[in-house]
T-cell receptor, first 111, second 112 residues
Framework: DVKVTQSSRYLVKRTGEKVFLECVQDMDHENMFWYRQDPGLGLRLIYF???????EKGDIPEGYSVSREKKERFSLILESASTNQTSMYLC??????????FGPGTRLTVT | GQQVMQIPQYQHVQEGEDFTTYCNSSTTLSNIQWYKQRPGGHPVFLIQLVKSGEVKKQKRLTFQFGEAKKNSSLHITATQTTDVGTYFC????????????FGKGTLLTVNP
């Protein structure tokens, strides 16, 4: 079975802090994705990566950056956390055009 | 990018009743995927439809892709409490980079 793990289920940070969210997949997938999920807004793509060191902006990249130094690991970075970044963050991976496998999510609260 | 409208936003049914959610696009889709997210869980892939007019079944779930490949539906026959969750459709955002655009989802609640 494909397994996608995220570093934390719950995280509380203060405004202005730098926040790292880590995601690891064990199926050698090329593509990895970061989404945020908010009530009424569904899943919105922040960034995705289609290869090591390759990345593309999604629909809402402002305030975020990403890093993919190894194929199995994709990190989301909040350079200076703000309260409007309080959300559920979901990582996913996929093999080319096929289904996406999601991690359990990280619920981030910025106070 | 690709846009997809999903309706209804919410649906509450009595156990045993049927349920349908719809996804509509103004443009022709190359394919469409369906996901289910249980309360407190993460989205889980259900199925992918590729061909015009395609119909696929998974037990009580029936998935259809429209003839024009602009719409799709997920129908659940005789709902059970285990069907509770949010159902999302997702479409290829376009280009060759395998991004998906998700519908906003339909939250299904089932009264036992």
């Amino acid at each position: 079975d494909v397994k996608v793990t995220q570093s934390s289920r719950y995280l509380v940070k203060r405004t202005g802090e730098k926040v790292f969210l880590e995601c690891v997949q064990d199926m050698d997938h090329e593509n990895m994705f970061w989404y945020r999920q908010d009530p009424g807004l569904g899943l919105r793509l922040i960034y995705f990566s289609y290869d090591v060191k390759m990345k593309e902006k999604g629909d809402i990249p402002e305030g975020y950056s990403v890093s993919r130094e190894k194929k199995e690991r994709f990190s989301l970075i909040l350079e200076s956390a703000s309260t409007n970044q309080t959300s559920m963050y979901l990582c996913a991976s996929s093999l080319l055009g096929w289904e996406q496998y999601f991690g359990p999510g990280t619920r981030l609260t910025v106070t | 990018g690709q846009q997809v409208m999903q309706i209804p936003q919410y649906q509450h049914v009595q156990e045993g009743e049927d349920f349908t959610t719809y996804c509509n696009s103004s443009t022709t889709l190359s394919n469409i995927q369906w996901y289910k997210q249980r309360p407190g869980g993460h989205p889980v892939f259900l199925i992918q439809l590729v061909k015009s007019g395609e119909v696929k079944k998974q037990k009580r779930l029936t998935f259809q892709f429209g003839e024009a490949k602009k719409n799709s539906s997920l129908h659940i026959t005789a709902t059970q409490t285990t069907d509770v969750g949010t159902y999302f459709c997702a479409v290829d955002s376009g280009g060759s980079n395998y991004k998906l655009t998700f519908g906003k989802g339909t939250l299904l609640t089932v009264n036992p």
